[in-house]
């Protein structure tokens, strides 16, 4: 039975922590003017980032081209192609991972996802089984399906943080992080409408500008909801260590020595 100390100093654990939790939760508002603060001086290289990912990105149809439909080397071309654009991807998201953490510019983190074969394959799996659970998720309902897809949210980014995780792991990573912060996500997403009509009315030019503002921005909320994760995990931790209960001592037993 915990007496009444031990409730009182563990409502205070939790009071507190809930406190640090609210400070961190940045508001849309919030992350876009860190987003625009961690772009200063950053524009160009954003900008840059976005043309050398488009032109890397349609880079394998120029082959397709060349290449019959409806055959075997044709399904063999677009599953490597698939695989391609998805490391590709990740290397993408990992430049912006570093302008929201300040750090120099270097063009070759758009190669990240191509360190290894193992890591490459381990991205495209990922990302698979990730479509897959949310195509399934849509049949079943619409409105779940858009639940999951801000659920796995950040499944890429924990990829570029953490290369040693499976693909479900990364996945249940990114559903436990994203508990309770999905309409965070959501309404953060919706502040830049304005910008995505802006890129529509000039026939995609402004997206050069919007696109690294925006991602910028998701991986400022990244970075903030992996902090929220990782002291909700210590916290949890260092209570489960205060409560677990002292193994007993035995006490030394004197036995008399008969004479």
């Known amino acids: 039975m915990e007496n009444k100390e031990d409730i009182q100093v563990e409502e205070t654990q939790t009071e507190v922590f809930e406190g640090r939790e609210e400070e961190m939760a940045a508001s849309a508002a919030e992350i876009r003017a860190y987003a625009r603060e961690a772009m200063r001086g950053k524009w160009g290289y954003g900008v840059l980032i976005c043309l050398l990912g488009l032109l890397l990105y349609i880079a394998p149809s120029v082959p397709g081209l060349f290449i019959e439909d409806n055959t ?6 677009s599953i490597l192609s698939a695989i391609y654009s998805w490391g590709l991807w990740l290397g993408f998201l990992a430049c912006f991972v570093d302008i929201a953490r300040k750090l120099p510019n270097d063009y070759t ?58 693909p479900l792991q990364a996945i249940t990573e990114s559903r436990k992080m994203m508990d309770g912060n999905r309409m965070r996500l959501f309404i953060l997403d919706l502040s830049f409408i304005g910008w995505n009509l802006l890129c529509l009315v000039t026939f995609g030019f402004a997206a050069l500008w919007v696109f690294p503002y925006f991602h910028t921005a998701r991986a400022k909320f990244y970075l903030d909801v992996k902090a ?23 006490e030394e037993k004197e036995f008399e020595v008969e004479e």
């Open 109 to 166: 983190r758009l190669f990240t996802g191509f360190r290894s074969i193992k890591y490459l394959l381990k991205i495209a799996l990922t990302l698979l089984l990730q479509t897959i659970f949310l195509i399934l998720w849509t049949l079943l309902l619409i409105v779940p399906g858009i639940i999951k897809a801000f659920s796995y949210a950040m499944t890429e980014y924990i990829l570029i943080d953490h290369p040693e995780y499976g």
């Open 228 to 250: 929220a994760y990782e002291q909700k995990l210590a916290a949890t931790t260092l209570q489960e260590a205060e409560t677990v209960p002292a193994e007993p001592v035995e």
């Open 72 to 77: 075997t080397l044709s399904y063999i071309w």
